[in-house]
């Protein structure tokens, strides 16, 4: 994982003590990127930060990429009324797209249609072009948890969806990437709670393209990289299905067993 504590960034393995900081890194995607990064991490031996004195933040702070997968979800083709497709619906975001645990996601005045997406998300461990499934798997370093926001008149104004997914600070990710040995994604299942209602609740197991048929396809197309993501798509319940759009004061929370929670309130205002 990646925090703020004693003024800076660090990389950090989470413990029953607390934060173990990884020195050298200042988050997760510059660990990923050096040769011996996880082996560091795997050796950490810093004094601990108590979870009082620290500050979890997203994992990757500037991923060179973030990928996104649309209709992954059987049940969610199912709910909007599309067919299953024959190849991954890809779309992507920004860096500057992404946001915290805890962090307050803005409610745009220029948009009513805020909706929510639980995700499990893929944080590419090394790089990797034109990988069959087997070099994909290996590839993948862990995985975390996206709560990612979606405004869906934007989203709906065209056939293309970039303008819906993109909004700034719109989808948060983390705090945890748990790694790939210590995770099975056909195995997890994946809640989604507004205001403690749960709304959203699926296997990870019942995605249409799974985590090493994505890397492999989306290698086919462009180099993937440490510390890239990958969200991998949202199962059925969302607003969108029933036109029950989300409302500052509204808080979404978003949990992967195996790998932990993530958190967000919505905020009313104009965004940055």
């Known amino acids: 994982m990646n ?108 948009d009513e249609k805020l909706d929510f997406e639980g995700e499990l998300a893929i944080v590419i461990g090394t790089a990797v072009r034109r990988a069959d499934p087997e070099q994909a798997a290996q590839a993948i370093a862990g995985y975390t948890v996206a709560n990612d926001f979606s405004m869906r008149g934007y989203q709906m104004r065209t056939q293309q969806w970039l303008q819906g997914k993109m909004w700034e600070a719109s989808s948060a990710v983390g705090p945890v990437v748990v790694t790939a040995d210590d995770f099975d994604p056909a195995a997890a299942q994946l809640t989604t709670r507004v205001n403690g209602e749960v709304r959203q609740q699926d296997s990870t197991g019942d995605l249409v393209f799974g985590p090493a048929e994505l890397v492999s396809y989306l290698s086919t197309i462009i180099t993937l990289e440490p510390g890239d993501l990958i969200l991998t798509g949202t199962p059925g319940g969302v607003g969108m299905a029933d036109e029950r759009w989300l409302a500052p004061g509204d808080e979404v929370s978003v949990e992967i067993t195996g790998i932990g929670q993530i958190s967000n309130r919505i905020a009313g205002g104009q965004a940055s």
């Open 3 to 110: 925090l703020t504590a004693t003024g800076g960034t660090t990389a950090a393995v989470l413990t029953d003590e607390g934060y173990v900081p990884v020195h050298g890194f200042a988050d997760v995607g510059q660990l990923l990127a050096h040769e011996r990064g996880l082996e560091q991490a795997r050796t950490a031996s810093a004094p601990a930060i108590p979870a009082a004195e620290a500050q979890p933040l997203r994992p990757i702070l500037n991923p060179a990429k973030v990928l996104c997968i649309g209709l992954n979800y059987r049940n969610h083709i199912a709910e909007v009324g599309m067919d299953t497709p024959e190849f991954p619906t890809v779309f992507a975001k920004f860096a500057c797209s992404l946001t915290d645990p805890g962090a307050e996601v803005v409610a745009p005045a220029e």
